[in-house]
């Protein structure tokens, strides 16, 4: 396994994420593309760590434990928020809240 | 110890004034202003007659220096010489006497301390002139006691006429203050200084072909100099023609006009003269000796016709003053000074008795003023400047109220009559005698040294004028003091005046005795050099080398000292001799002469006015126009009521019109276009081009936004996608550099 297969995998990742943000029209589902964006960047810091600074550093290993406490956090907000659109607007949809059209 | 002792004279009038008016700050005053400034006066007069022993042999200007203005350095100081020292105390000692009259005189007025301050500010001012060694200093004297005198004249200002007699006098002596700052102003062009002494001064400066050329245009232009000077003198000595101011002044309280309009200040143009008289040229000096001249006969016979007590007096004081600088002109100037100081304490005297005379009416007086409010309010309605003629004599000072009060006043009819004795010039035992003799004397000598038909024909004019004086004076004292009383119910009433009175008035009468000395005043005073009068080449060596005894009897009967120098130093000791010779003779011509004409006034007075063998009122009918031209005052304010006043009337009209028509005119023209064409053109511009700018501005802003505001589309993946490709857009670009 090179650091090339990691970050195919991570780029894979990364596009899926994107084009689940873009697309999706739920607002739950575009959570979910950020997480894997997320998560592809952290795979990205973890293969670095391990294949281009020496075994003994392993701040990239550690940037990626403080990306996942970061996606929790980001989550737990996340949902928050669309509970208050719900709320508010009765949907989810982030085509159907558009008040700061022009 | 002279600078400090000048300091003291100069310090004390001044502080009693500045208690008066720092207190008037406060609002009150000083609970006995009159002690306090007869005291200042007082202590004044005892440090200058101390100077008199001080007095130095070689003068010396105290000088310090005031303004500097690049080069040229403006200095202060004083200058003391015994012709200084004898005016410092006439001054001190006649303001004393007036002070201590004043108390009594004054007596009750509402404005009593105010009085008593004036006194002293006018007598520091005077003393201010007096002690300078320079003409800016003289100049600021002149015009201190220019502005007390119309203080002081204006004294009683509730009365119509007081206010506009001082007014008239301020204006009047201003118009010979303007030639003499111009005269001042050409001195200075030439000498770069205003001082008089010192080896810098303009004295020294004269003989100085640096300076001046002694040619004819050197020589042309001292005269103009000299003569613009002496209009400063015409105006504060009231010569003809701008004389008409003093008799007007009599309408401030009596001891004014025996301090200042016959003692002192009238006395400083016959002063500021003597001091210029090392300037003077034989044509200044014609000038000089003609005004004089004429001045001393117009005046004279205009006082014939008087019946206001105080006019008379007035009349004498002009024709008097005329008398010192006809002596001035001559060359006399030993005589006219000597004159000045003579006539400071006889007129002062007379004043003074006037006053007495005017005071015993006092309860009069009260009673005339409400009468005399009366009258005003109609009579005094048109344009007032001029109109201080005093057609209407207060009846306290007509001496057709008068008679007989020699019983009730004794002791001012005694001083009185002194002083009229002395001023007819009647001979031996009273001092005017000896200075109008001088006076006479100088001119005739003059006459006869330099064959000049001028003086013959001023000599003459000054003899006539003598003998008019002996007339109306002596007419003054027959119609106050003789015969009848011709208003009982004023006569009744008549007291002599309080002893605060009546002694000034004996200190003065033991002065017009000859205790003034002419002597000893021909021994101090020396006149200066007149280098351009007497060639300047001898006079140069002449002044210094020559003060011998034998010439000390020239000066004083008017041969000036540098023309006995000349003529010693010249190889020719008789012609000296001539001239002495020739003095001598003019001086036993002249006296007999002045006696018989005084003898021969004095005579036609007592005829007319004691004996009544003639009458007056006939040989008025019979020589009427010539009665009218001296009743009228030879229609001097007619004159310049008729040219002058309706000149400047005409001229003021003229401007107002012009203001009103053409400037207003202009004015009004003016904000017209302005309203109507630029006001228009302007808002126009404002409406449409300025708003309309604004407003286009404004409404492409308004669509521009409509437009680009559709892109907010709200849809939060738009924005993302957008970014997504703004991203990669970048990465690209990126990536080709």
Known sequence: ?102 | MVVPLISIILLCPLAAFAIFALLGLAKRSFPRQDLLSTAAMLIALGCSLYLLKEVVPKPEPHTVDWISLGKITFSMGFYLDIVTVIMLIVVTLVSSLVHIFSIGYMHGDPRYPRFFAYLSLFSFSMLFLVVSDNLLGIYIGWELVGLCSYLLIGFWFEKDSAANACKKAFLTTRVGDVGMFIGMMMLFTRFDTLSLYGDNGIFTRITNPEYLTADASGIFWLSIAGVLIFCGAIGKSAQVPLHTWLPDAMEGPTPVSALIHAATMVAAGVYLTARMFPILTPSSSLVIAYVGGITALVAATIAIVRFDIKRVLAYSTVSQLGYMMLAIGAGSYVAGLFHLTTHAFFKALLFLGSGSVIHAFHAMHAHHDEEHTDDNEHEHDNHGLVHAHGSEIPPDQDMRNMGGLRRKMPWTFGTMLVATLSISGVPFFFSGFWSKDAILAGALGKAMVSHSPHYYILFGMALIAAGITAFYMFRLIFMTFFGEPRNQEMHDMAHESPWVMVVPLLVLAVLSFPVVNPIWFNDYVKPPPQPHIHAPQHAQLGPDTKTGDANSGFAFFGISEAEAAEEESGKNTEKANDVYRIYKLSHNIAMVLSICIAGLGILLSWLFYHRRKFSAESVATTFRPVYNLFWNKYYFDEFYDGVLVALTVWKSRLFAKFDLSIIDGIVNGVATITRQIFAAFIGFFDNRVVDGIVNRVAEVTWAAGGRIRRIQTGAIQTYLFVVLGGIVLIILIFRAL
């Open chain 1, 1 to 102: 396994m090179s650091l090339q297969h990691y970050l195919v995998i991570s780029a894979i990742l990364f596009s899926l994420g994107i084009f689940a943000v873009l697309t999706r029209k739920n607002a739950i589902s575009i959570l979910m593309g950020i997480e894997l964006i997320l998560n592809s960047c952290n795979l990205n810091f973890v293969a670095f760590s391990r294949f281009v600074t020496p075994p003994e550093n392993i701040d990239g290993q550690i940037i990626a434990i403080f990306g996942i406490v970061l996606a929790a956090a980001e989550a737990a907000v996340f949902l928050a928020i669309i509970l208050a659109i719900y709320r508010e607007f009765g949907s989810i949809r982030p085509d159907e809240v558009d008040t700061l059209k022009g």
